[in-house]
């Protein structure tokens, strides 16, 4: 098993700042992609921004220029930098892991965190 644990999330006022991580643990062989999506109350999950192995980083349309992601993966760990903070970015954050899991076959899995709550009062 994989297990995701996400923190950095709060309250914060319009244009402020604020830094998630998410770091994974578990049965990893090796990750192939991490990142984060996003989920506001009555829309769908959606992308904010995706780190692939090997690519350039991929970002929701409603954050490229004010996002950014970022990966230490000696500690397989993912940054989410967030800036310019709109009220419409208030949702909960979930980090997301393609994962090739270690065992008797090696399995590719994604997981998800439980999500952490970003709130941007105007």
């Known amino acids: 098993q994989v297990q995701l644990v996400e923190s950095g999330g709060g309250f914060v006022q319009s244009r402020g700042s604020l830094r998630l991580s998410c770091a994974a643990s578990?049965?990893?062989?090796?990750?192939?992609?991490m990142g984060w999506y996003r989920q506001a109350p009555g829309k769908q999950r959606e992308l904010v921004a995706f780190?692939?192995?090997?690519?350039?980083?991929n970002y929701g349309d409603s954050v490229k220029g004010r996002f950014s992601i970022s990966s230490d993966n000696r500690k397989s760990t993912v940054y989410l930098e967030m800036k310019s903070l709109k009220p419409e970015d208030t949702a909960v954050y979930y980090c997301?892991?393609?994962?090739?899991?270690?065992?008797?076959?090696?399995?590719?899995?994604?997981?998800w965190g439980q999500g952490t709550q970003v709130t941007v009062s105007s």
């Open positions: 997301n892991a393609d994962v090739f899991t270690t065992g008797v076959v090696m399995t590719r899995r994604e997981y």
């Open positions: 578990g049965s990893i062989f090796n990750i192939n992609g």
């Open positions: 780190i692939t192995s090997g690519r350039p980083a």
